[in-house]
C-alpha cells in the first residue's frame, strides 16, 4: 500500500481487550484511511497506548479483529506493512551514538542511508558527527532520535504514542509541519498526545476513548 499511490486502510472491528481480567478497551470498531492523521485522546488509562499497540500488531486482541488492507493481524499478518512507530520510550542502546543507534536500525531493511539519517538528525537540531552516547542524551534527545526512527524508511503508517513529548518548540513546529506533509503524501498517521494544541493543529479525525470505550469521533473542520 502507499508506494504507486494506493491507500491503506485499518478496519478495528468488535475489538476487546482484557488484562487479568479488567477491560482495557471494549468493543471499539472504526476504519483509519490513508490521507489522514487521526488523533486518539482521552484520560491517562482510557486506554489510548493500548489502542496503538493493538494497531500496531503488538498485542493480541481479546475478542474482534485489526484488518490491515483486509489482513487481519495475529493470522494473515503479524505487524501492518511499511510501519513507523513509537509507543513510551524508545529503547536504544545506552553506549552508542545517536548516530550508530540510527544506522543499526537502518541496516535491518537497508532503505534509510547514512545521508538520509545525517539529514533527519540535522534537521533536529542534533549533530550526526557527535560522540556524546545515548547514556548523556536528555529526554527531548532521545524522543528526537525516537521520531527519525519512525520516519527516516519513509513508511506509509505512521502509529506515534505523544510523539511531541519532552520536544522543544522548534521540534514541535517541525514534526507538525512533517506529519502535515506526509499526510498530503497520502500516508496513514496515528497519534496520541496530552496537549489539546497538537492535536487540533494537525489531526483532522479525533478518536475520544473513555474508560476502554469509543466514547466520540470528532471531525476536524478547522486545520
Known amino acids: 500500500a502507499g508506494k504507486d499511490g494506493e491507500s491503506m486502510k485499518i478496519k478495528v472491528d468488535a475489538l476487546t481487550k482484557k488484562i487479568k481480567g479488567t477491560t482495557v478497551l471494549e468493543n471499539i470498531s472504526y476504519e483509519f484511511t490513508s490521507g489522514n492523521i487521526y488523533g486518539v485522546v482521552g484520560k491517562n488509562g482510557s486506554g489510548k497506548t493500548m489502542l496503538l499497540r493493538e494497531l500496531a500488531g503488538l498485542i493480541h486482541p481479546t475478542e474482534g479483529t485489526v484488518k490491515v488492507d483486509g489482513k487481519r493481524l495475529h493470522h494473515d499478518l503479524s505487524f501492518p506493512p511499511n510501519l ?70 519513509n513508511p506509509d503508517l505512521l502509529i506515534l504514542d505523544e510523539p511531541f513529548n519532552a520536544l522543544d518548540e522548534d521540534s514541535v513546529k517541525l514534526l507538525r509541519e512533517l506529519l502535515r506533509q506526509y499526510q498530503k ?36 473542520s478547522t486545520i
Open 84 to 153: 513507523g512507530l513509537i509507543i513510551e520510550k524508545p529503547e536504544f542502546i545506552n553506549y552508542l551514538t545517536g548516530f550508530e543507534n540510527l544506522k543499526l536500525l537502518a541496516e535491518i531493511k537497508h532503505i534509510a542511508s547514512d545521508e538520509t539519517i545525517r539529514d533527519f538528525m540535522k534537521k533536529f537540531s542534533l549533530d550526526p558527527a557527535s560522540k556524546q552516547s545515548m547514556k548523556k542524551y536528555s529526554l527531548g534527545m532521545k524522543q528526537k532520535i525516537g521520531i527519525i526512527q519512525a520516519v527516516m524508511e
Open 185 to 220: 503524501a497520502g500516508k496513514l498517521i496515528i497519534i496520541t498526545s496530552h496537549h489539546k494544541e497538537d492535536i487540533d493543529s494537525i489531526c483532522n479525525h479525533i478518536l475520544m476513548l473513555q474508560e476502554g470505550k469509543l466514547a466520540q469521533v470528532l471531525e476536524n
